[in-house]
């Protein structure tokens, strides 16, 4: 039996669950992944180089104006002030939207909320940081839809 560790996400009916990171990038860059990577494993110490950082390659994300579309859009659940866990019976998903990421696990590869993130800014870039997958989100919607 393998450890579970901090970052791996599982839901109530055991399925491996991804946590997905977005993040509206500034420039598209081949490194872009490189410095989130480091940005991501970045010690306390250094949080005035990583902001700085950050704010060189990211734009923020409208956070009220996304929560309000999505409560609009999807039948959902408040889990706390910051955390809308989406109600389907296809998927389970979870997001979290703040400034700088938003934050999104789930049971699906591509989960339907992907679609909403795309429509609002097709400079959308997704890692999953534990298992080392990230890919521009715009691509991946014309992929899958066209």
């Not at 910051?82 to 389970?92: F, H, Q, R, V």
Request: with cysteine; proline share 1%.
């Amino acid at each position: 039996m393998t450890k579970k560790t901090n970052y791996e996400h599982y839901n109530n009916k055991g399925d491996n669950m991804r946590k997905y990171y977005l993040f509206i990038y500034k420039n598209n860059s081949k490194l872009l992944y490189t410095i989130l990577e480091t940005l991501y494993s970045l010690k306390m110490d250094n949080v005035n180089y990583g902001v700085e950082l950050f704010n060189q390659v990211c734009d923020t994300f409208s956070v009220r104006l996304l929560n309000n579309y999505i409560k609009e859009k999807y039948a959902y659940k408040l889990i706390n002030k910051k955390l809308i866990k989406l109600l389907s019976n296809d998927e389970t998903t979870t997001i979290s939207i703040r400034y700088a990421t938003t934050i999104i696990i789930t049971n699906k590869n591509m989960p339907a909320i992907f679609k909403i993130f795309n429509i609002y800014n097709k400079k959308i870039f997704v890692v999953d940081f534990y298992n080392k997958d990230y890919f521009w989100l715009n691509e991946q919607i014309k992929n899958k839809y066209s």
